[in-house]
């Protein structure tokens, strides 16, 4: 598609974003003679988008302007977290998703996490549609000597090149463990957990004698520690030759921050946030000087049409499969406090409370059970519709009835409360029980199971079995290998947020109003 002339106004409006010396040249474009003056590169980067998928025909759209003011080399990268995170990601396991980011055209990406919410061969089959070098140092099938992508590319922006470098948290073998073994247990991905920094290493030393003038990683690491694997920071602290780090998994905001690697040399951090919060700018000057910046996605008054029809078509198409009505609310149900800043991962919330209760109706259980990192959007007040429904618990998970011990249960309490009052997105959301966390302590007491006969609480009894209705990735995922030898009464073919959806409709009668507030099953002391 052809791009329109610059106005001068939005040459102004370039300039006041700190792009005043920016236009647009991949390694496709026309490459102005040596002999004239290197233009800077700008390089938009974005992560952790999730299925925001309006903001692609801005981020395409900024990069048009930016090409058609003529002052600088352009070009446009993912950090990761693009496959799946809500409607747009669900209902089509992804194809929706790189359907658009094919048409925005990117020069390089890196895999996060959620690029194996629907499975390994997923993954393989629908990446390449994307049309853009996808890039990985650490993700190898199990056993191979090679990793499956591509560890690094180098791209030239006029008479300059970038060496880019990707990375995925090894933290991904321990929250998408259903992606890298099979039920029985053998294992099919490696993310090289031990390895990662020599990996990383490697493919720097390899751009960097492929004549790289700069060195990019595209990394999906995050600011804060893992389970398994390590930051972003530490990683550059054990390694040398990188200039900036385009990070992304924790969803952090971070304009530029300065860490230090190896060699004592200061190296850029930057994230976006996540859903297109903001688009980040790299900034290399002609003289050298490398800056990063974030610019709000609402300010950008640029869009590519070609990305703009993609995603409105998608749109029609989504809320043809999905405005089904099930329900009527006046409030939010949501997964954040009254200040709006996210809770489900560190509280209870009414809409935690409603799924899990669904999940002990859709099973008849004695408990309901759901992680906080299950439940990923609000549903907002007004007509509740099945996208509703689909949209708040987005991954392809079936519903699963199974049969453990109250001392089991106690250990999951335990284990998924042991980091308050940090996030975890195991924090867990009950339905028939009621628990008590005791912060200081991080212990979990006064566990406390609903009669289903008498409708009454009673004390959880260590050597009592009990039944619980909840997701099958309790399999292969996270916290639930303490459930893994549990018995299975019952393994459904229903999707979880189609519970939801039932629970809603047929259950409730489409009436959420006793969840206007949250039912107090959670203390916090």
Not at 177 to 198: E, I, P
Not at 329 to 349: C, H, M, Y
């Amino acid at each position: 598609m052809k791009t329109k002339q610059i106005s001068s106004w939005a040459a102004a409006f370039i300039m006041g974003m700190g792009l005043a010396a920016c236009s647009s040249a991949d390694s496709d474009r026309k490459v102005l003679p040596p002999a004239q003056p290197q233009k800077p590169i700008v390089i938009l980067y974005e992560n952790d988008v999730h299925c925001a998928i309006d903001g692609y025909a801005k981020l395409a759209g900024l990069r048009d302007a930016i090409a058609a003011s003529d002052t600088a080399y352009v070009g446009v990268t993912s950090s990761g977290d693009f496959l799946n995170g809500s409607l747009a990601g669900t209902l089509a396991r992804g194809q929706y998703i790189v359907d658009i980011m094919r048409n925005v055209g990117y020069d390089a990406i890196t895999i996060g996490n959620h690029e194996f919410d629907f499975g390994g061969p997923r993954l393989i089959e629908v990446l390449p549609q994307i049309k853009c070098p996808v890039i990985c140092a650490n993700f190898f099938v199990e056993g191979a000597a090679k990793p499956l992508y591509p560890t690094c590319i180098v791209k030239k922006y006029g008479n300059k090149s970038i060496g880019f470098v990707g990375v995925c948290t090894p933290e991904t073998m321990f929250d998408e463990k259903y992606s890298f073994f099979d039920n029985d247990g053998k294992q099919l991905y490696d993310l090289r957990t031990d390895d990662v920094a020599a990996l990383v290493q490697k493919s720097v030393d390899s751009v960097r004698h492929a004549g790289a003038d700069y060195v990019v990683l595209l990394s999906h690491l995050g600011e804060k520690v893992p389970v398994l694997g390590e930051t972003s920071q530490d990683l550059i602290s054990r390694i040398r030759g990188v200039d900036v780090v385009l990070d992304g998994h924790t969803h952090s905001v971070i304009p530029q921050n300065i860490v230090e690697d190896m060699d004592k040399r200061k190296v850029i951090v930057t994230q976006t946030g996540t859903q297109f919060a903001n688009i980040g700018k790299l900034l290399i000057t002609a003289d050298g000087k490398i800056s990063t910046s974030l610019i709000p996605t609402n300010d950008v008054a640029y869009s590519n049409l070609r990305v703009t029809q993609t995603t409105d078509s998608i749109k029609k198409m989504m809320d043809a499969m999905t405005n089904k009505l099930i329900g009527n609310s006046d409030f939010v149900l949501t997964i954040n406090d009254d200040k709006g800043n996210r809770l489900i991962r560190n509280g209870e919330t009414n809409l935690g409370d409603l799924c899990a209760d669904a999940f002990r109706e859709s099973c008849h259980a004695d408990i309901g059970l759901i992680n906080g990192g299950g439940i990923r959007n609000n549903i907002p007040a007004g007509r509740i519709t099945l996208g509703h429904a689909i949209n708040t618990m987005p991954f392809y998970n079936l519903m699963c009835k199974i049969e453990v011990t109250g001392e089991v249960i106690q250990k999951v309490l335990e284990k998924c409360t042991a980091k308050y009052p940090e996030e975890d997105g195991f924090f867990p959301h009950v339905a028939g029980m009621k628990y008590t966390i005791l912060a200081n302590e991080h212990t979990v007491t006064d566990v406390q199971v609903m009669n289903r006969e008498t409708s009454q609480y009673e004390p959880l009894r260590n050597d009592r079995t009990y039944t619980i209705g909840i997701t099958d990735y309790y399999r292969n995922g996270g916290f639930y290998d303490i459930l893994k030898d549990a018995k299975i009464i019952e393994q459904t073919t229903e999707q979880t947020n189609i519970a939801l959806a039932n629970y809603i409709k047929d259950t409730l009668g489409g009436d959420v109003s006793a969840y206007r507030n949250p039912q107090g099953r959670i203390t916090i002391k």
